[in-house]
């Protein structure tokens, strides 16, 4: 190959890896999940001790009485009939009577609130032994729904501790946990963080904008109108 043809053909396959370098960094998922204790910094713990809310059933409820104050988070189950029990004690789910042990937890704010961490404990029973556990995050990237899922050991007779967290302005709408070849005795120690009141999709936005535009323009129309006359 030609000296120049060889420098050209390597300058290109130059550009065609740093274009994919930077299309992986740009794309990479905003979600990342750890397994272990991090601590309760920049969180908030779930409270099962609010009688105006609902503890057992189909839907348990918890809320918060530090930075998440004012914001409830609801919990459901897929699993058996889908009853849970809330316990005020270090904020544990168990399942309730047809979901024990259960095998799916769902939980996220009510009222289309985000927030941006999350931390759990799983406590895996011992009939059903060691197995895994898949935690799938359903989050909003500013643009439109995404969902990333990960799949983790976890143990019998010890604790299965993890910690989600978005960034890159993503922020967590539910999590989901589950499991097709152990069973959960409980998920507990819950904490939140990062709080948010929902936000109005792109969509309605786009609108809102079109609309308070329109009105502007009409207003300009009616000012001129007037200025004529």
């Given at each position: 190959?030609?000296?120049?043809?060889?420098?050209?053909?390597?300058?290109?396959a130059?550009?065609?890896?740093t274009?994919?370098?930077?299309?992986?960094?740009?794309?990479?998922?905003?979600?990342?999940?750890?397994t272990?204790?991090p601590?309760?910094q920049?969180?908030?713990?779930?409270?099962f001790?609010?009688g105006s809310?609902?503890?057992t059933?189909?839907?348990?409820?918890?809320?918060?009485?530090?930075?998440?104050?004012?914001?409830i988070?609801?919990?459901?189950s897929?699993?058996?009939?889908?009853?849970?029990?809330?316990?005020?004690?270090?904020?544990?789910v168990?399942?309730?009577?047809?979901?024990?042990?259960?095998?799916?937890?769902?939980?996220?704010?009510?009222?289309?609130?985000?927030?941006?961490?999350?931390i759990?404990n799983?406590?895996?029973?011992n009939?059903?032994?060691?197995?895994n556990?898949?935690?799938?995050?359903?989050y909003?990237?500013?643009?439109t729904?995404?969902?990333?899922?990960?799949?983790?050991?976890?143990?019998?007779?010890?604790?299965?501790?993890?910690?989600?967290?978005a960034?890159?302005?993503?922020?967590?709408t539910?999590?989901?946990?589950?499991?097709?070849?152990?069973?959960?005795?409980?998920?507990?120690?819950?904490?939140l963080g990062?709080?948010?009141?929902?936000t109005?999709?792109?969509t309605?936005?786009?609108?809102?904008?079109?609309?308070?535009?329109s009105?502007a323009?009409?207003?300009?129309?009616?000012?001129?109108?007037?200025?004529?006359?």
């Open positions: 190959m030609p000296h120049a043809r060889k420098a050209g053909f390597m300058a290109l130059f550009m065609a890896l274009l994919f370098a930077g299309a992986t960094t740009a794309f990479a998922d905003p979600i990342t999940i750890t272990g204790n601590g309760n920049d969180t908030d713990n779930v409270l001790n609010d809310l609902q503890h059933g189909t839907l348990v409820q918890g809320n918060f009485n530090g930075a998440g104050a004012g914001f988070v609801d919990f459901t897929s699993s058996g009939n889908g009853q849970l029990v809330g316990d005020g004690g270090q904020a544990t168990l399942g309730g009577t047809g979901n024990t042990p259960f095998t799916q937890l769902t939980f996220g704010l009510e009222g289309g609130a985000t927030f941006t961490k999350a759990f799983l406590d895996v029973t009939d059903a032994g060691d197995g556990a898949t935690i799938t995050v359903n909003f990237d500013t643009v729904n995404q969902s990333f899922s990960q799949v983790f050991a976890v143990q019998a007779n010890g604790q299965n501790f993890f910690a989600v967290e960034s890159m302005g993503a922020v967590i539910s999590i989901e946990i589950s499991t097709s070849d152990t069973s959960f005795i409980n998920a507990a120690q819950f904490r990062g709080f948010a009141q929902a109005p999709e792109p309605t936005m786009l609108l809102l904008g079109t609309g308070l535009a009105i323009a009409g207003v300009r129309r009616r000012r001129k109108a007037a200025k004529t006359d």
